[in-house]
């Protein structure tokens, strides 16, 4: 056997690491005559372990594990020996990590239990009254939580009031520390941070709140990459010697927090200051590593820091796509295919058929944008009759994947602009686009979405606006960007539009999940149309993500 030739994950870092780690093996295997046996066993093992990293697991999980403690190993390290001696692999229970990630979780663990403490406030009970007024019990605790905790988690789906909650929050805490009080607000993108902060600015808009309590809040919302300093790297400027300059850090769309961002986050909180994650764990966790919100919203140890709000606002009982959103969760699968065909007015079910008609039927709900379009309208009026719909696909390759409906929504937005149809052509007028990697140059980051339109010297793409300003750039310069007229699922996290079509593929994969149909389908606001088969739908539900990890039995000590 050549352990050169084990299978190297997708992912760079693990890649690096498994490469590391072979090579390590091969040394051991040569060195070693008398343990081949046990040198062919770990070399699975580290296989294993790679290819659960890749599917987003921090270590691997095999109650078989636990024979190697035992086992004097240059390359394996038991955990309580981990800090001492640094190995490639660190051994815990029946978890078996890369060391980077073992420290990730250790370390993460450490921070939580420094912040997680009790703060005092001064409010007196008549003076908490008026910000509790008129919220639901579960919103009232996650209000006295925030008050009472250095360290809160608000879960909750689509409308379940958690912005509505935290501007009370925010008041609250005004009133008792002062106008001196500094707040951070941050999500894991700009999408999200941009529709946080505008979700508080309007939250507030709703109440009368004086301009010098206006003026503690802050009116940008940071990336946590921003926030933490952590530029290309992936190393933080920010840590627990040098901590953030923060009294309250609020992160929204907390379950796109993978391991190591949020060892990061809340090692830069500092000794003082309150840490408050909003988020719905039943979305897709990180792309990366870990299920972190979902983790901490489950720990016993955090149980007094966790609220779960469940009323939602937006989908009424009788809202289709709440009752639909519900069902997906609770992994209800007959009764998710019945809503689905009951010709409710704001879900629609299209069983997936010959693809031209597909894409036609898709890209009906993109008229209002053309017509905006054809009408010469602003380019402010014009990004937001774009994000009125969006085609969102479970996967990027195959017929029902991005790249294809991509290509085949361009062409008829090209026709029915009146233009060439042209696949090769990449820049044309009304091209909408997503950037797909961070240009702090241009100032614009991983998933941005913008609108090309033809001007007299070229293409200019426009950007939502930042300080109330449309970001206008030369197409060429957008060295990283794609259609985004159809969007990844994992893409849209953090964005809602009023209509969505929701479009699995033709066979089933791995990547159907429960999670994936739920953020899918919650993306919606008013109407979704899911393209699909009940069979695909059958498998998604049932495919419920368990990401192995032992981020939780780390706080509980278990
Ligand atoms: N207790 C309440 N009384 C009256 N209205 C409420 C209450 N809670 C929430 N709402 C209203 O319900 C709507 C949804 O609330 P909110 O936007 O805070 O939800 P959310 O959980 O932040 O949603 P999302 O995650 O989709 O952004 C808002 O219009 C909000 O004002």
Redesign the pocket.
């Known amino acids: 056997m050549n352990f050169l030739q084990l299978p190297i994950a997708a992912n760079e870092f693990v890649s690096a690491w498994a490469e590391g780690v072979a090579s390590l093996m091969v040394r051991l295997h040569e060195g070693q005559q008398g343990n081949t046996k046990h040198s062919l066993r770990i070399a699975g093992y580290v296989r294993d372990l790679c290819s659960a990293l890749d599917q987003g697991h921090t270590c691997l999980q095999d109650d078989h594990l636990t024979r190697l403690i035992n086992y004097q190993s240059p390359i394996i390290a038991l955990a309580e020996d981990a800090l001492t001696q640094v190995k490639p692999l660190v051994l815990e229970n029946n978890r078996l990590y890369l060391y980077r990630y073992w420290w990730d979780e250790y370390g993460l663990s450490q921070a939580i239990h420094r912040l997680n403490r009790p703060l005092t406030h001064t409010l007196l009970d008549e003076q908490l009254a008026q910000f509790t007024v008129?919220?639901?019990p579960k919103?009232r605790q996650a209000i006295e939580v925030a008050l009472a905790q250095g360290f809160t988690v608000i879960t909750?789906?689509?409308?379940?009031?958690?912005?509505?909650?935290?501007?009370r929050i925010l008041l609250a805490l005004v009133q008792s520390y002062g106008h001196g009080l500094r707040v951070a607000l941050a999500a894991p993108t700009g999408k999200a941070a941009a529709?946080m902060q505008e979700?508080l600015r309007h939250?507030l808009s709703?109440l009368s709140v004086s301009s010098d309590v206006l003026s503690v809040l802050p009116d940008q919302a940071f990336t946590l990459h921003r926030l933490l300093g952590m530029g290309y790297s992936t190393q933080a400027k920010y840590h627990q010697h040098y901590p953030l300059p923060y009294d309250i850090v609020i992160v929204?769309e907390a379950s796109m927090i993978d391991l190591h961002m949020a060892h990061q986050l809340f090692n830069a909180i500092p000794a003082n200051a309150r840490l408050i994650l909003?988020g719905?764990a039943n979305q897709l966790a990180a792309v990366e590593a870990g299920a972190v919100l979902a983790e901490l919203s489950q720990a016993h140890t955090l149980r007094q820091n966790s609220v779960q709000?469940t009323?939602?606002?937006?989908f009424g009982s009788h809202s289709g796509i709440g009752q639909l959103a519900a069902a997906i969760c609770q992994g209800l699968n007959e009764h998710s295919l019945a809503l689905l065909k009951q010709g409710l007015p704001d879900v629609v079910y299209h069983k997936t058929e010959q693809i031209d008609h597909v894409v036609t039927q898709l890209f009906q709900d993109y008229l209002a944008f053309v017509d905006a379009l054809q009408q010469k309208q602003s380019p402010q009026h014009i990004l937001t009759a774009f994000d009125q719909y969006r085609v969102l696909c479970a996967m990027r390759e195959g017929s029902y994947g991005v790249y294809s409906l991509n290509q085949r929504l361009a062409l008829l937005l090209q026709k029915a602009l009146g233009q060439t149809e042209d696949p090769q052509q990449i820049w044309f007028h009304g091209r909408p686009v997503m950037v797909t990697q961070n240009d702090y140059g241009l100032n614009v980051f991983n998933g941005d979405i913008g609108i090309t339109l033809a001007e007299e010297d070229g293409f200019y793409v426009y950007f939502p606006a930042r300080d109330a300003q449309l970001l206008r750039i030369p197409a060429a310069r957008l060295a990283h960007s794609e259609t985004a007229l159809a969007l990844t699922i994992h893409k849209s996290q953090g964005s809602?539009f009023k209509t969505v079509a929701v479009v699995l593929p033709k066979e089933d994969s791995p990547i159907l999940c429960r999670e994936l149909l739920y953020t899918g389908i919650?993306r919606a606001?008013t109407r979704v149309k899911c393209w699909a088969t009940d069979a695909l739908i059958s498998h998604a539900i049932t495919r419920k993500t368990q990401r192995a990890s032992g981020l939780k039995a780390k706080l509980d000590n278990e």
């Open positions: 008129g919220t639901h919103q909750g789906g689509p409308g379940t009031g958690k912005t509505f909650t935290l501007v529709r979700a939250s709703q929204d909003l719905d709000l009323e939602s606002q937006r809602e919650t606001k």
